[in-house]
């Protein structure tokens, strides 16, 4: 009965790989996003989309691109992972863009 | 640009004891919301309380309650009779009511001690 849920939990890899966290929400909400946890537990968001569409694409390396096959999953892939890459990632969702944000549990890359 | 700040990296408070955890932000916006998000060493982000700009009443949750002072852009949590699984980092957090984006400040770490 997960709400938002994200995989894997914990990803290590190599400096260079290509790699995909996928997200899932079973809310029936409308709008997705990911965010990203630094070091210092410093939270930014870093894309959104509404109904599979686009909307809010901070400034963000082009080596990440989201996907959202349909509603309910936003997927994130990572092209020529960097040290700098490592972090936790957030997945939320929301049932409209007003309303409060609910959140996966994170997974945790760790780029080597 | 809005922004957020949390001025207390640390915190500590007694079991049963009432804490007070500070946040400011900066807008020119009328329309917004706040938030306090908690985050247990689980990563969880799990959300505490919301508060709608428009309202002027501050928002309770149980043990939690706010003190929204909105032409000084303050909005301080105050936790109540406080529990040990109350520890955690607690972000305050702005979302803009034309975007949806949050901004959260950087968080306060709240020890409890028994």
């Known amino acids: 009965d997960t709400a938002v849920s994200q995989t894997p939990k914990y990803l290590v890899t190599q400096m260079g790989n290509d790699k995909s966290i996928k997200c899932e929400q079973n809310?029936?909400?409308?709008?997705m996003y990911w965010y990203k946890q630094d070091s210092k537990k410093f939270l930014k968001i870093m894309f959104s989309y509404n109904n599979k569409e686009l909307i809010i694409n901070e400034t963000v390396p082009n080596r990440f691109s989201p996907k959202s096959p349909d509603k309910a999953h936003l997927n994130l892939h990572i092209n020529s992972l960097e040290l700098g890459d490592s972090a936790v990632y957030f997945c939320?969702?929301?049932?409209?863009?007003?309303?409060?944000?609910?959140f996966g549990p994170g997974t945790r890359l760790t780029v080597l | 640009a809005q922004t957020v700040t949390q001025s207390q990296p640390e915190m500590s408070v007694q079991e049963a004891e009432t804490v007070t955890l500070s946040c400011t932000y900066d807008t020119s916006e009328s329309d917004y919301y706040l938030f306090w998000y908690k985050q247990p060493p689980s990563r969880q982000m799990i959300l505490v309380i919301r508060q709608e700009a428009y309202k002027q009443q501050n928002a309770t949750e149980n043990r939690f309650s706010v003190n929204f002072q909105k032409a000084a852009k303050s909005f301080s949590l105050k936790i109540s009779d406080s529990q040990l699984g109350d520890a955690a980092m607690y972000f305050c957090?702005?979302?803009?009511?034309?975007?949806?984006?949050?901004?959260f400040g950087t968080g306060t770490l709240l020890a409890v001690q028994p």
């Open positions: 939320a969702s929301s049932p409209t863009s007003i309303n409060e944000q609910f």
């Open positions: 809310l029936g909400h409308d709008t």
């Open positions: 957090a702005y979302r803009s009511g034309a975007t949806n984006k949050l901004i």
